[in-house]
């Protein structure tokens, strides 16, 4: 599941990483919720680091979208602003 959150990230496809992340929620907390056997214990710590790592650079893949957004937002304003210049010229 994480995986498929990573590759929607990577595609831009945020509301798939959110619907995914809530199903992803509610699997972890039932998993959880009965203490693991002991015997499991090393393939658990290993796939909840290979979570973790992919949770960052999905994070990492929001910040740079919002950061882009953020540009292109600014690009509009400009726009608007020198469109409502220009109005009041013409």
Do not use: C
Request: net charge negative; proline share 1%.
């Amino acid at each position: 599941m994480t995986d498929t959150m990573l590759s929607h990230a990577h595609s831009g496809e945020w509301n798939s990483v959110i619907d995914l992340e809530a199903d992803r929620q509610v699997l972890m907390q039932n998993y959880f919720s009965t203490a693991p056997q002991l015997e499991d214990a090393e393939w658990i710590v290993d796939g909840i680091r290979t979570v973790m790592k992919k949770d960052r650079e999905i994070m990492q893949l929001g910040k740079t979208d919002i950061n882009k957004l953020g540009q292109n937002l600014a690009q509009i304003q400009r726009g608007k602003k020198a469109q409502f210049a220009y109005q009041k010229l013409a």
